[in-house]
């Protein structure tokens, strides 16, 4: 699908960085737009709207919050940006694990506005839109997002949900070290958790390895049984 | 094994809530000690003691702090009396979830003490304290102690170490509800947060649910082989 990437001039003081591009279909009527796709859920769902905005362009990392790395939250082409500049090693590295180029990140936000429309109670798109997101990242398979750690499906009335303050759906790479399309989509917040800093390939690994160990009758010094009981009350815990 | 359970006299201002006990053998010489086993821990790894007295002892919750609730960190024998004194269900359910009897604290924390001393590269304690600490809870299994989530090794030399300001090394419960000796080890700061709140039952039931998706080839939209890879990069995540 050829889309328009024609320059928009934005006015934003990142915007020296990066020249931001229209992402509308090529030979479009009307006015240029950065986020075409994003229109319906701004009506539906903008909490969603704006999430899938924040998460696809801007950097988190409390962690690493110092005078050297910048503020918590920057876009991720800024981070590209300063990572190249950075004279300590260890900030250049910390800032290049949660950068990304502009063009990247206009794919993540695209990839996983098709993702949420895909999912159990998700809203149903215009059908220019679908058609839109399909010519992007192909055929819609309605009712089977799934989450990227434990594979399980993903329901759209998670977003709007929380716990304790916390959305219970997260954005989540399958390498947190590399914000592409490729690597990005969505998870159960405590999957994402789980996930911690590991690629899902090393996640798994570690996973296979703690069930062998059990199956092994490994033990620790706790009451706890390697059992195979029912999961049902990892219903009540979501 | 015959303990002294003497009452000790003390200054706190939760005193009031709770007789303390001593916890030297029965008809020891010398004064009453309540934490007879740290003694040797607070000279060579003084920041262990603490920790074994702070984990055994007392709540943790910033996540529920509220003025019903009360502070952060309180005995978990206060957790108790508070639990049986709220008037909302919501307040009183959250704190018996970290309360537990004096009694329970008290075995908790000797029951960590011998577990620390049972791990790789563990200092050797003096001959009458692993008599002490044997009596109580069984023989010595030397650098065999594992932690209560991935059963995997624990190395002693890692209660020193840390990453971004957290310790590599967690006080964890095989039930997160239940804090008494039987229910509580050590385990490995990224298995306590992959664990969350799930008991270890349901944790090893979740885990074999996502292997299980994997192995039948159920996808993400994203690049992510279930593939058994070498687990050498855990070493360098750890």
């Not at 981070?79 to 300590?88: F, R």
Request: charged residues 25%; proline residues 4%; hydrophobic residues 35%.
């Amino acid at each position: 699908m050829h889309l328009c990437h024609k320059t928009i001039f934005g006015r934003s003081q990142f915007d020296s960085v990066i020249q931001r591009r229209c992402y509308r279909v090529s030979a479009h009527s009307g006015s240029c737009d950065e986020y075409p796709y994003l229109d319906h859920l701004a009506e539906v769902a903008p909490h969603l709207a704006r999430k899938i905005r924040r998460d696809a362009t801007m950097t988190t990392g409390a962690a690493w919050k110092s005078a050297d790395a910048g503020p918590n939250r920057t876009p991720r082409w800024v981070a590209l940006a300063k990572a190249e500049a950075a004279t300590s090693p260890l900030i250049k590295a910390k800032l290049r694990e949660k950068a990304a180029s502009y063009e990247d990140c206009m794919e993540v936000a695209a990839k996983l506005t098709w993702s949420a429309y895909q999912m159990k109670n998700a809203p149903t798109p215009p059908a220019h839109l679908q058609e839109y997101l399909e010519g992007r990242f192909g055929s819609f398979d309605h009712d089977n997002t799934r989450c990227i750690v434990c594979r399980d499906y993903l329901d759209f009335n998670d977003f709007a949900a929380a716990r304790r303050g916390r959305a219970l759906i997260e954005t989540a790479h399958a390498n947190p070290r590399m914000h592409n399309a490729e690597n990005v989509g969505f998870a159960h917040r405590e999957c994402n958790i789980a996930q911690g800093g590991l690629s899902l390939t090393q996640f798994y690994a570690w996973i296979r390895a703690i069930i062998q160990r059990v199956d092994d009758g490994v033990s620790a010094d706790v009451d706890a049984p390697g059992s195979h009981s029912s999961t049902s009350l990892l219903k009540d815990w979501r």
